[in-house]
Nanobody, 118 residues
Framework: QVQLVESGGGLVQPGGSLRLSCASS??????????VNWLRQAPGKERELVATITTTGGSTNYADSVKGRFTISRDNAKNTVYLQMNSLKPEDTAVYYC?????????WGQGTQVTVSS
């Protein structure tokens, strides 16, 4: 069973930054062959796609709400995908999830809480 593990969440003041990481705890998992998405879900709201990165990192996409503030990247040598979040706003408060997708495969992490508050 493939497991993804998110880390890096926490409490930050508005305007601050956090970097989330997503890694696989499963040995032999070919992370580099998966598209990876970051999604978030705030209380009482539906899960929202935040950012996507292709297998090589050559292409990325962002939700309009985070464009210019968030950056998704990956280090396939370390089997890790990152989400750098800058200029955080209270409305960014949510549980952030990592999702890896390939043909016939779809894996999720448990999520990491991000709270933006003064």
């Amino acid at each position: 069973q493939v497991q993804l593990v998110e880390s890096g969440g926490g409490l930050v003041q508005p305007g601050g930054s956090l970097r989330l990481s997503c890694a696989s705890s499963s040995s032999g998992f070919a992370f580099s062959t998966y598209y990876v998405n970051w999604l978030r879900q705030a209380p009482g709201k539906e899960r929202e796609l935040v950012a996507t990165i292709t297998t090589t990192g050559g292409s990325t996409n962002y939700a309009d709400s985070v464009k210019g503030r968030f950056t998704i990247s990956r280090d396939n040598a370390k089997n890790t995908v990152y989400l750098q979040m800058n200029s955080l706003k209270p409305e960014d408060t949510a549980v952030y999830y990592c999702n890896a997708r390939a043909l016939g495969a779809n894996y999720w992490g448990q999520g990491t809480q991000v709270t933006v508050s003064s």
